[in-house]
């Protein structure tokens, strides 16, 4: 296992200044406008237009009651099911006592199961309702599915385990079966319940342990208790009206039926020759599985509300040499390049070489000193404005017919939505049996028995797929189906009742030892995998130091998780403007942006800030701003 020496670089940590509002601002006098390729003004008032054809709709609707929440015993629960187990999975209920309980089986908590196991805990149990390791990679086995940020960051201990990705971009397979490695080589096999769901945790002071309860009746009493339930983990459908009177087949993307489409993760959807097949939603998701659609069905339509961004990818095979010369602790510095780059921070040399690190560095990256916050804010518009423009001119380069091109431009700043990066979708919609159904902003009309409805026309189809993404800013109860009691009884979604309060990120008041793995108030980087196994180092530091020293239970003290719920919102405020000036999304809590989406935000400050932070916590030894019981 490498050492806790992944951050530490001789480049300046204090990150960049958080994201301002930057559209409305004047341009400053150091730029000549009339020397730009584009003109500003115009683009303005495109992006502005743009977001608020979307936002009509979604002030008339309200946010998150576009989408079609799905319930275990509601109508679209089938959309929940596991296609890759057999159903009516039994076995003897377990009554177990350990150190820690890690609730997932996905990346995050392997990370953190292996740091602990490092330490010397050796306790652990994990349940997930999978009925395997992969968590995001067990469920989403769609055709394309790959990593979108580089393997080599993206798959974490990869030097622990001995592997070496054989792409630049990992597909699902290589993915999943990573996750199988990590389970193999940590034991974690042993440990892990699948196909087992956790409905509650309850705190019992007196014992100073939690007791889980499962729905095959297991009771795990633990000492601390781990949540890793990902990021992006419940699947959310849309609100379309008749959803449920189509007769053809219709799943969402991370549920996918092979059993009716054929092929697999690498494609050759062969029983789709002689299908008509809609996809609704055009995010990363469907980014990555349009073209396989394409090659396949007799006809695709894709109904796409909002374009999203398509940089190039550049996959490639991993260079045999390259992966030789690699010396111990490279997939960590790697990681901290990477980090620092997509923060702003310079470094002297691009180790990824990516979209990300094409694009993140012009637009976060450090101004000139003498210039004033609205100057560099309008620099940084001026430079999102470019790299935009350079992805709506692929658009024109590669789609043949011109009005298709125009309807795949998308119209606002870098990040409002999470920028995509392939070599094949735009490509794909050159085929004559490929239709865009684009809606200018509009959410679809409806679904009938045959069909879906947009822009006042039917369009008959076998097979309808949802790409419409999870749940994102919903009460924690709901989105890991099962809910925690704290101290007193007190549930998290009583605690959270106006969004999340935490020190850090990872722990909350009233929920002693119970520790978090998740972005909100903690960091936000476009790999996730990386800032969970910073969180890790801190997770591990913390139960180890209470271990030892037999500190009964640690939680944070009102006025240190008060301080950092104001820390957050401070710092989230300039990244709330921004964000207000972006089109809808689950950036900006579908078009909401107001203070409960400050809560639920991450640590404005940047990444490496952060991590920086949790290190000089760590380093000080005395767990300021915790209260410990002994
Ligand atoms: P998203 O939430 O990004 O996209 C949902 C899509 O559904 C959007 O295009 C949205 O349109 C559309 N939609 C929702 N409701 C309606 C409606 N009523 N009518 C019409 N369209 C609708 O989900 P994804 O699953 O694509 O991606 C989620 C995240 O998962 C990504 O941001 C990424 O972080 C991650 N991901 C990572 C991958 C990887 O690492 N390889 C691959 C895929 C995803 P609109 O934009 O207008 O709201």
Same mark, same amino acid.
């Given at each position: 296992?490498?050492?806790?020496?992944?951050?530490?670089?001789?480049?300046?940590?204090?990150?960049?200044?958080?994201?301002?509002?930057?559209?409305?601002?004047?341009?400053?006098?150091?730029?000549?406008?009339?020397?730009?390729?584009?003109?500003?003004?115009?683009?303005?008032?495109?992006?502005?237009?743009?977001?608020?054809?979307?936002?009509?709709?979604?002030?008339?609707?309200?946010?998150?009651?576009?989408?079609?929440?799905?319930?275990?015993?509601?109508?679209?629960?089938?959309?929940?099911?596991?296609?890759?187990?057999?159903?009516?999975?039994?076995?003897?209920?377990?009554?177990?006592?350990?150190? @820690?309980?890690?609730? %997932?089986?996905? #990346?995050?908590?392997?990370? /953190?199961?292996?740091?602990?196991?490092?330490?010397?805990?050796?306790?652990?149990? +994990?349940?997930?309702?999978?009925?395997?390791?992969?968590?995001?990679?067990?469920?989403?086995?769609?055709?394309?599915?790959?990593?979108?940020?580089?393997?080599?960051?993206?798959?974490?201990?990869?030097?622990?385990?001995?592997?070496?990705?054989?792409?630049?971009?990992? %597909?699902?397979?290589?993915?999943?079966?990573?996750?199988?490695?990590?389970?193999?080589? #940590?034991?974690?096999?042993?440990?892990?319940?699948?196909?087992?769901? /956790?409905?509650?945790?309850?705190?019992?002071?007196? &014992?100073?342990?939690?007791?889980?309860?499962?729905?095959? %009746?297991?009771?795990?009493?633990?000492?601390?208790?781990?949540?890793?339930?990902?990021?992006?983990?419940?699947?959310?459908?849309?609100?379309?009206?008749?959803?449920?009177?189509?007769?053809?087949?219709?799943?969402?993307?991370?549920?996918?039926?092979?059993? #009716?489409?054929?092929?697999?993760?690498?494609?050759?959807?062969?029983?789709?020759?002689?299908?008509?097949?809609?996809?609704?939603?055009?995010?990363?998701?469907?980014?990555?599985?349009?073209?396989? +659609?394409?090659?396949?069905?007799?006809?695709?339509? @894709?109904?796409?509300?909002?374009?999203?961004?398509?940089?190039?990818?550049?996959?490639?095979?991993?260079?045999?040499?390259?992966?030789?010369?690699?010396?111990?602790?490279?997939?960590?510095?790697?990681?901290?390049?990477?980090?620092?780059?997509?923060?702003?921070?310079?470094?002297?040399?691009?180790? @990824?070489?990516?979209?990300?690190?094409?694009?993140?560095?012009?637009?976060?990256?450090?101004?000139?000193?003498?210039?004033?916050?609205?100057?560099?804010?309008?620099?940084?518009?001026?430079?999102?404005?470019?790299?935009?423009?350079?992805?709506?001119?692929?658009?024109?380069? /590669?789609?043949?017919?011109?009005?298709?091109?125009?309807?795949?431009?998308?119209?606002?700043?870098?990040?409002?939505?999470?920028?995509?990066?392939?070599?094949?979708?735009?490509?794909?919609?050159?085929?004559?049996?490929?239709?865009?159904?684009? &809606?200018?902003?509009?959410?679809?009309?409806?679904?009938?028995?045959?069909?879906?409805?947009?822009?006042?026309?039917?369009?008959?189809?076998?097979?309808?797929?949802?790409?419409?993404?999870?749940?994102?800013?919903?009460?924690?109860?709901?989105?890991?189906?099962?809910?925690?009691?704290?101290?007193?009884?007190?549930?998290?979604?009583?605690?959270?009742?106006?969004?999340?309060?935490?020190?850090?990120?990872?722990?909350?008041?009233?929920?002693?030892?119970?520790?978090?793995?998740?972005?909100?108030?903690?960091?936000?980087?476009?790999?996730?995998?990386?800032?969970?196994?910073?969180?890790?180092?801190?997770?591990? #530091?913390?139960?180890?130091?209470?271990?030892?020293?037999?500190?009964?239970? /640690?939680?944070?003290?009102?006025?240190?998780?008060?301080?950092? @719920?104001?820390?957050?919102?401070?710092?989230?405020?300039?990244?709330?403007?921004?964000?207000?000036?972006?089109?809808? %999304?689950?950036?900006?809590?579908?078009?909401?942006?107001?203070?409960?989406?400050?809560?639920?935000?991450?640590?404005?400050?940047?990444?490496?800030?952060?991590?920086?932070?949790?290190?000089?916590?760590?380093?000080?030894?005395?767990?300021?701003?915790?209260?410990?019981?002994?």
């Amino acid at each position: 296992m490498a050492a806790d020496t992944t951050v530490p670089s001789t480049t300046d940590l204090m990150g960049p200044k958080p994201v301002e509002a930057y559209l409305d601002s004047k341009i400053p006098k150091v730029v000549q406008p009339s020397k730009l390729p584009f003109d500003p003004e115009a683009l303005k008032c495109r992006y502005i237009e743009e977001r608020d054809k979307r936002s009509h709709e979604v002030k008339a609707r309200g946010g998150l009651n576009q989408f079609q929440l799905i319930e275990t015993d509601g109508p679209f629960a089938k959309y929940l099911r596991d296609p890759w187990v057999e159903p009516g999975f039994t076995r003897d209920a377990l009554s177990d006592e350990v150190d @820690v309980f890690i609730l %997932g089986g996905g #990346y995050s908590a392997q990370i /953190v199961a292996a740091r602990l196991l490092d330490k010397g805990v050796t306790n652990l149990r +994990l349940v997930d309702k999978a009925g395997g390791f992969g968590g995001t990679w067990y469920w989403n086995r769609f055709p394309g599915a790959q990593c979108d940020v580089e393997s080599y960051i993206y798959m974490p201990l990869l030097e622990e385990t001995n592997y070496m990705p054989t792409e630049k971009y990992a %597909g699902a397979k290589e993915l999943l079966a990573h996750s199988e490695r990590i389970g193999h080589h #940590y034991g974690l096999y042993e440990k892990t319940l699948f196909q087992t769901e /956790v409905e509650s945790m309850h705190w019992d002071d007196a &014992t100073s342990s939690w007791t889980v309860k499962t729905n095959l %009746g297991d009771k795990i009493r633990a000492k601390f208790v781990i949540p890793c339930a990902g990021p992006l983990h419940r699947p959310k459908l849309p609100g379309i009206p008749g959803m449920e009177r189509f007769k053809g087949r219709a799943f969402h993307s991370s549920r996918w039926d092979y059993g #009716y489409t054929g092929g697999d993760s690498a494609g050759n959807l062969h029983k789709l020759v002689d299908k008509r097949v809609g996809i609704i939603g055009t995010g990363a998701t469907a980014v990555q599985i349009v073209p396989h +659609l394409g090659r396949w069905a007799k006809e695709l339509y @894709v109904f796409q509300r909002t374009p999203s961004s398509i940089g190039v990818r550049g996959n490639k095979p991993t260079d045999s040499a390259w992966a030789a010369s690699l010396t111990p602790g490279w997939q960590g510095r790697r990681n901290v390049n990477f980090n620092n780059l997509c923060n702003g921070i310079r470094e002297s040399e691009d180790m @990824v070489s990516d979209g990300w690190t094409d694009i993140l560095p012009d637009v976060f990256g450090q101004m000139d000193p003498k210039l004033s916050p609205a100057e560099a804010a309008a620099l940084r518009q001026l430079v999102d404005y470019e790299k935009m423009e350079a992805v709506r001119a692929r658009c024109d380069e /590669v789609v043949r017919d011109k009005a298709t091109a125009e309807s795949l431009k998308p119209w606002y700043n870098v990040m409002c939505k999470r920028p995509c990066f392939h070599d094949e979708y735009l490509q794909t919609f050159n085929r004559p049996n490929v239709h865009l159904v684009d &809606t200018g902003g509009k959410s679809l009309e409806g679904v009938d028995e045959t069909g879906v409805l947009a822009n006042g026309r039917h369009y008959p189809v076998d097979l309808i797929i949802y790409a419409t993404g999870f749940e994102h800013s919903t009460s924690f109860a709901h989105r890991s189906n099962m809910e925690l009691y704290g101290r007193g009884g007190l549930t998290l979604t009583e605690a959270w009742r106006h969004g999340p309060r935490t020190m850090h990120g990872y722990t909350t008041r009233h929920f002693p030892n119970c520790f978090f793995i998740h972005n909100i108030q903690a960091t936000l980087t476009p790999n996730f995998l990386y800032a969970a196994s910073e969180t890790a180092w801190q997770l591990g #530091y913390v139960i180890e130091t209470c271990l030892e020293q037999g500190i009964k239970s /640690v939680e944070p003290t009102a006025q240190a998780e008060e301080n950092w @719920v104001q820390t957050i919102l401070q710092l989230a405020e300039p990244r709330l403007k921004f964000l207000a000036e972006c089109t809808p %999304g689950y950036y900006n809590n579908e078009g909401a942006a107001d203070l409960a989406a400050a809560r639920e935000s991450g640590y404005g400050g940047g990444a490496p800030a952060f991590m920086k932070l949790l290190r000089e916590w760590r380093a000080k030894g005395d767990m300021e701003g915790m209260d410990r019981r002994t």
